[in-house]
């Protein structure tokens, strides 16, 4: 299977039908390997802030930098200054990435009530700007991530995605929801649907995947090449493996949490990557009936070898693993 592609991005080969999603504050390099190892089938980076990217802002290298083993990686970018855009782009493409990506999604008011994010959907020209001049100068394939619109009175997705293949746009990801429904409501797959029928540039499908059967719904349901996975990888990165949350053993969610946090500790120090990795850690054992003293011990350490020898002894000793729901 391996060997088959699931579908390309122009002339790049992708070997899978479930991504984890682009998230800020979460899928960073240790993160995004971690589920490229379980089987994510390409690693789309945090989106960056253009103007960030042409100051130097030190932040940047950190989001920039992945493994050998992500690729394909995805460099997801945003902003509302198509020149500002044009000139991030170039300068990023020296890091040799095998995609760039425009962020047209964001809900956050800092981002799209300047314009950027899904703000951008309300500038349809610029998209047009934007993509016709990404496509000409880069090398490389150029793609999108939208979401349905600013609100439920402009769900104007149709236009938008036209104008991305229109200009040279490689590939789509719909998040189907608009602005104005944030992370709340029903994902409007039927509109993923409307945009496969309209579009030949590939389209992968996002919102409301959280358990391996949906996968397969989306796929089914709107024709999207693939399934782009956000909260419930954060909680079940095993999602990639095939694995429903309740499905993984505590000895393999030990190992995983080992992975992941020498990932971390690799990619951060031991300190910083310790305490990044917490966030994880209480989703990781949230579906546990762990004492509460012990849970906390385990989230209040601060040497990476003393949380690996209290995660060993809880899983390993015969403290109460059982599941909440179990
Ligand atoms: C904490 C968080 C951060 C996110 N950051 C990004 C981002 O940087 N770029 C992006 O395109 N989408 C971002 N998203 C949106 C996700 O990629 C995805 O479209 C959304 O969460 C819906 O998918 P889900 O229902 O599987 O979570 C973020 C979502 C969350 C929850």
């Known amino acids: 299977m391996r060997n088959t592609p699931a579908f390309h991005i122009r002339d790049l080969p992708v070997y899978g039908r479930a991504i984890l999603s682009p998230m800020d504050g979460y899928s960073d390099l240790p993160f995004r390997s971690l589920?490229?190892?379980?089987?994510?089938?390409?690693?789309?980076?945090?989106?960056?802030?253009?103007?960030?990217?042409?100051?130097?802002?030190?932040?940047?290298?950190?989001?920039?930098a992945y493994t050998e083993a992500e690729r394909p990686v995805v460099f997801q970018l945003y902003g509302h200054d198509p020149d500002k855009i044009v000139e991030a782009a170039l300068r990023v493409r020296e890091r040799d990435p095998d995609v760039i990506d425009i962020n047209m999604g964001c809900p956050a008011k800092s981002i799209s009530n300047r314009g950027a994010g899904v703000g951008l959907m309300r500038t349809p020209h610029k998209i047009a700007e934007i993509f016709s001049r990404l496509s000409r100068v880069l090398d490389i394939p150029l793609t999108g991530k939208i979401r349905l619109g600013w609100d439920e009175h402009s769900r104007n997705y149709l236009e938008v995605a036209r104008i991305v293949e229109d200009n040279g746009g490689q590939l789509l990801a719909v998040h189907a929801r608009?602005?104005?429904?944030?992370?709340?409501?029903?994902?409007?797959?039927?509109?993923i649907a409307e945009?496969?029928?309209?579009?030949?540039?590939?389209?992968?499908?996002?919102?409301d995947v959280s358990t391996v059967a949906d996968i397969a719904r989306i796929r089914a349901h709107t024709g999207c090449v693939a399934a782009m996975i956000g909260r419930a990888a954060m909680s079940n990165p095993w999602i990639f493996r095939g694995l429903d949350r309740q499905e993984v053993p505590p000895e393999m969610v030990r190992q995983t949490m080992l992975r992941h946090l020498e990932l971390n500790v690799n990619f951060y120090g031991p300190q910083r990557g310790l305490v990044l990795f917490r966030k994880f850690a209480t989703r990781y054992l949230a579906p546990y009936r762990l004492p509460r003293p012990v849970r906390q011990r385990l989230l209040t350490c601060t040497q990476p070898d003393q949380f690996t020898a209290l995660l060993d002894a809880i899983v390993q000793g015969g403290t109460n693993m059982a599941l909440k729901t179990a």
Do not use: H
Request: charged share 30%.
């Open 35 to 64: 589920c490229r190892e379980l089987g994510s089938a390409m690693s789309y980076t945090e989106f960056i802030k253009v103007e960030d990217i042409l100051e130097r802002r030190g932040y940047v290298e950190e989001k920039l």
């Open 195 to 207: 945009i496969v029928d309209a579009l030949s540039i590939p389209v992968i499908g996002n919102g």
């Open 178 to 191: 608009t602005k104005a429904q944030g992370y709340r409501g029903q994902a409007d797959w039927d509109a």
